[in-house]
């Protein structure tokens, strides 16, 4: 019985680890978002990254080329002012 327990704890365990989170990262193209953006991709293997970024001149996608094609990345443009696409 208790055996059986500790088994399903096990499971339940390793599915809510397992289970992707999303994060919306705000300014994702700027200096600090986009080095966030790939710490968190890199660190986290069960996350997925919405990048909201108006893209003004601050905002550089060249810096996030190399995560660009993933599938737990997408990049949104947008300005955080506007709550209908938020
Ligand atoms: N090489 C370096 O060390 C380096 C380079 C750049 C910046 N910095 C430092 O980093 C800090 C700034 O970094 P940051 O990432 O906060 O700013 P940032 O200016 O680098 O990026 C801001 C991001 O927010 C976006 N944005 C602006 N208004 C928006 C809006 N209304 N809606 C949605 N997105 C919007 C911009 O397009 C941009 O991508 C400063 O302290 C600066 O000195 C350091």
Known sequence: ???NIYKWFLVVFYFSEEAL???LVTG???FIGSNFIHHMLAVHS???V???DKLTYAGNLESLAD???LENYSFVQG???DGELL
Do not use: R
């Open 1 to 3: 019985m208790l055996q």
């Open 21 to 23: 989170k999303a994060y």
């Open 28 to 30: 994702g193209a700027g």
């Open 46 to 48: 069960n996350a997925y």
């Open 50 to 52: 919405v990048n909201y």
């Open 67 to 69: 995560v660009c094609s």
């Open 79 to 81: 300005d955080i002012c």
